[in-house]
Structure formats: structure tokens, C-alpha cells
């Protein structure tokens, strides 16, 4: 099936400071979605992105489909950015076209 | 999009018991995803369950340890059966409208 690796596994960010997630997939995708998942574990859709760039207030997304890698940009952190943030694709040429698969995430703190 | 509750959002359950979580959508799904979030890991797909038909399971997952029923096209549950202490992650149904949404999700801890 598909995989799907992202980096860095952890980022410890001062207030106010950007910073850039990565996410790559081993497969062509008809579906990327970014989410970020809170401390009581429910997971907050941010970007549905199978291609292209997509914003949405202080975060932004940007997906080249063709070279298999997807970012998150988070501007000016908040500690309520805290969390862990997934990048989860579906597609492949072997696997469900439906169900997906998610990175194993990106471990965010933001300290005050 | 889609609205998904689902409960018990926590629970704390004896080893040997089961536990049944239930996901309720907004709207009519064909299919509905259960996953699994052990601690500290990612999540993974245990199984999707089809309105009339059985539930496909994934690799590492069974139905007599994960029954799953799917009665109508807004409704399915999941049963964590004969819990172990190696059971306690967190559960979470999925539905895709266009794109994915979950449920809040279900932190099952076994004792």
C-alpha cells in the first residue's frame, strides 16, 4: 500500500516563530488532507489538498502531486498550535481508493 | 461536510468486557471507517463497514475481537470484545464527503 513519512517528527517553536511540516507519499493520491489533532484527541480537519495550494487564516497548505510531497506552513505560532499534526493520503495504484493512510505526525509544542 | 457523534467520548472498562462505541452521522454515507490510535502512534484502519454487507477488515483485526454493525446509511457501531489492558487506544469513526471527517473519538482505557 501506499506510505506515507512526515518530518520532523518533533518541533519545539518559541511563540510567534513559522514553521514548515512535511509530508511524502509513495503513490499517485486522489486524496491528502492535513489535520491536526488536539490534546483530547479529536482530529480538526485543516486542509483537504490533493493538489495545489489552499490558506486558511495564519496556516497554508501546498501539494506538488507530481513530486509526491505536501507542506503545512503554521505563521506566527500560537501555543495553541500545540499538538500533533497528521498528514493522512488516500489512492495508489495497489491500495483502496478510498480509506486512508495517515503519516505518523508531526508532534508540535509552541512554548509562551 | 458531515457532523459525526460519536460516544462514549471516554471510558474506563474492566479486562474480559466489552465495550460498544456508536457513531451517529448527519447524513446518508455509503461507507463509514473505524480506526485505531494506540498511544502515542498514528492511527490505523481496522475496518469499513458497508450498509447491508459485512464489514472488510483490515490486516491484524478480526470480527470476533472487532464486530462491527452498519444497520442503516447514519449509524454503525463498534465492539471492542474480551478487552485486554493492550486494547486502551483511541477509537474513531470516519466518513468521507468528498473528504474525510471524524468523530471526536473514543478514549478507552482497560484496567
Known amino acids: 500500500g501506499i506510505q506515507v513519512e512526515q518530518s520532523p517528527p518533533d518541533l519545539i517553536l518559541q511563540e510567534g516563530a513559522n514553521s514548515t511540516l512535511r509530508c511524502n507519499f509513495s503513490d499517485s493520491v486522489n486524496n491528502l488532507q492535513w489535520f491536526h489533532q488536539n490534546p483530547w484527541g479529536q482530529l480538526i480537519n485543516l486542509f483537504y489538498?490533493?493538489?495545489g495550494t489552499k490558506q486558511n487564516g495564519r496556516l497554508s497548505a501546498t501539494t506538488v502531486a507530481t513530486e509526491r510531497y505536501s507542506l503545512l506552513y503554521i505563521s506566527s505560532s500560537q501555543t495553541t498550535d500545540s499538538g500533533v499534526y497528521f498528514c493522512?493520503?488516500?489512492?495508489?495504484?495497489?491500495?483502496?481508493?478510498?480509506?486512508?493512510?495517515f503519516g505518523s505526525g508531526t508532534q508540535l509544542t509552541v512554548l509562551p | 461536510s458531515a457532523v459525526i457523534s460519536q460516544k462514549p467520548s471516554r471510558d474506563i472498562c474492566q479486562r474480559g468486557t466489552s465495550l460498544t462505541i456508536q457513531c451517529q452521522v448527519d447524513?446518508?454515507?455509503?461507507?463509514m471507517f473505524w480506526y485505531r490510535q494506540q498511544p502515542g502512534q498514528s492511527l490505523t484502519l481496522i475496518a469499513t463497514a458497508n450498509q447491508g454487507s459485512e464489514a472488510t477488515y483490515e490486516s491484524g483485526f478480526v470480527i470476533d475481537k472487532f464486530p462491527i454493525s452498519r444497520p442503516n446509511l447514519t449509524f454503525s457501531t463498534l465492539t471492542v470484545s474480551n478487552m485486554s489492558p493492550e486494547d486502551s487506544s483511541i477509537y474513531l469513526c470516519?466518513?468521507?464527503?468528498?473528504?474525510?471527517?471524524f468523530g471526536q473519538g473514543t478514549r478507552l482505557t482497560v484496567v
Open positions: 447524513s446518508q454515507v455509503t461507507m
Open positions: 493522512a493520503v488516500s489512492g495508489g495504484s495497489s491500495g483502496s481508493a478510498r480509506q486512508l493512510t
Open positions: 470516519s466518513v468521507e464527503v468528498a473528504e474525510a471527517f
Open positions: 489538498i490533493p493538489s
